[in-house]
């Protein structure tokens, strides 16, 4: 699986992004997918991921109530909508992919990632 995130930019406080992440080659619908991100000098560390079929998802404390993951596997693609944004949400965005559903995946889990995309909050 191939994956591309984009959609990523510069935002003020209390505003609102959509990120996009598109895949390629194997069966998509398949897998478990998965939004992560890296602050600099940061670990990259987990904020929502999402069932294969988009049924049933799982939020970050520190995002939960503000952003909302879903997908469209007609399209190979999921979506991390952002709403309320916070200067701390400041990073590197990532999707990743697992055949597996975890409700708190580590980075380590997850089996296919794409490149990051820059989302910045200023105050």
């Known amino acids: 699986v191939q994956l591309q995130a984009f959609g990523g930019g510069l935002v003020q406080a209390g505003g609102s992004l959509r990120l996009s992440c598109a895949a390629s080659?194997?069966?998509?619908?398949?897998?478990?997918t998965g939004w992560f991100r890296q602050a600099p000098g940061q670990e990259r560390e987990f904020v929502a991921v999402t069932t294969w079929s988009g049924d049933m998802s799982s939020y970050a404390d520190s995002v939960k109530g503000r952003f909302t993951m879903s997908r469209d596997n007609t399209k190979n693609t999921v979506y991390l909508q952002m709403n309320s944004l916070k200067p701390e949400d400041t990073a590197a965005y990532y999707c990743a992919a697992d055949l597996y559903f975890r409700s708190n995946p580590a980075k380590n889990d997850m089996d296919y990632w794409g490149k990051g995309t820059q989302v910045t909050v200023s105050s």
């Open positions: 080659g194997r069966a998509f619908s398949n897998y478990a």
